[in-house]
């Protein structure tokens, strides 16, 4: 398990990191990771819940839907998230280059024993997707996907709540904590509102 301290400093990716990763994997014809890093900035899931997808969870009848919902395993708790057009396009086109069926799981391992990659597995792709684009890959990690979204949500609308339930967060503080809120920001926000 990750240090949470260690995971609250994983900063989010910015637009043109999010794209530079995308157009390399585009690029490199790499299906899997593509589909692997849209659905992982779309569904804001943790590491072990993303491994742990199954095609049904994402799929019905081979065609990616545009939202889903699991139960994360962290909290046991479900959450809904949306696949946008990019990601199912990528996601169904993995589900057809790998041959999957519905109880399979999506991003299987190639190692025997183990039915699906692993979290670490899942961190050290993450890495060098990280260090492809000139990051330093070890200040980014599996929850700087999980940020990401959530990151650019909040900075468009300062709906805390509406990234709280995306998250699957069950106190509104861990979201705060989660986002990098400060009084600084809070501060801001009340600045700009006059009345």
């Not at 400093?9 to 794209?19: G, M, S």
């Not at 799929?59 to 199912?88: M, N, Y």
Request: glycine residues 4%; charged residues 25%.
């Amino acid at each position: 398990m990750q240090n949470s301290r260690f995971v609250e400093t994983q900063p989010a990716l910015k637009v043109r990191e999010i794209w530079a990763v995308r157009i390399r994997l585009q690029m490199r014809k790499r299906i899997r990771d593509l589909a692997m890093f849209n659905l992982a900035l779309d569904s804001k899931l943790r590491g072990c819940d993303l491994v742990n997808l199954r095609v049904q969870d994402v799929a019905h009848s081979g065609k990616p839907v545009s939202r889903a919902s699991i139960v994360q395993q962290k909290t046991r708790q479900p959450v809904k998230f949306e696949l946008t057009e990019q990601t199912r396009n990528a996601v169904e086109a993995w589900i057809a280059e790998a041959g999957l069926t519905a109880g399979q799981y999506l991003f299987p391992s190639r190692q025997a024993g183990s039915p699906h990659i692993s979290t670490r597995q899942y961190a050290r792709i993450v890495k060098n997707w990280m260090a492809a684009i000139g990051l330093d890959a070890s200040e980014y990690g599996t929850h700087s996907l999980r940020r990401t979204k959530a990151t650019l949500i909040y900075k468009r609308t300062q709906n805390l709540r509406a990234v709280q339930l995306l998250l699957g967060h069950r106190k509104l503080e861990s979201t705060v904590r989660y986002l990098g809120i400060e009084v600084d920001d809070a501060l801001e926000m009340s600045e700009q509102t006059e009345i």
